[in-house]
Nanobody, 111 residues
Framework: QVQLVESGGGLVQAGESLRLSCAASGSIFSTAVLGWYRQAPGKQREWVATIGLGSNTHYADSVRGRFTISRDNFKNTVYLQMNSLKPEDTAVYYC?????WGQGTQVTVSS
């Protein structure tokens, strides 16, 4: 079973940046589609971004142009670079590989 561990969350002010990392165990990483999701207090978990096998990427409208997803298949790690953060980006961010989820990392953006 793949294990996913997110890191890089924190408290920042609006307009600042953060980079999230998600390290995965297991040998299927390089053949997997990877995703980032987030869940704000009182809201459902929502999709943020996906990166495919050929590093093709897709973004939710709310983050396109500000967030960048990338992967390092040698390090079994997927990243989410978040720029120009807004208070509405405040959420717990989760990475997803197949049916597996990480434990999440908190991102808080103050106004």
């Amino acid at each position: 079973q793949v294990q996913l561990v997110e890191s890089g969350g924190g408290l920042v002010q609006a307009g600042e940046s953060l980079r999230l990392s998600c390290a995965a165990s297991g040998s299927i990483f390089s053949t997997a589609v990877l995703g980032w999701y987030r869940q704000a207090p009182g809201k459902q978990r929502e999709w943020v971004a996906t990166i495919g096998l050929g590093s093709n990427t897709h973004y939710a409208d709310s983050v396109r142009g500000r967030f960048t997803i990338s992967r390092d298949n040698f390090k079994n790690t997927v990243y989410l670079q978040m720029n120009s953060l807004k208070p509405e980006d405040t959420a717990v961010y989760y990475c997803k590989l197949g049916s597996g989820w990480g434990q999440g990392t908190q991102v808080t953006v103050s106004s």
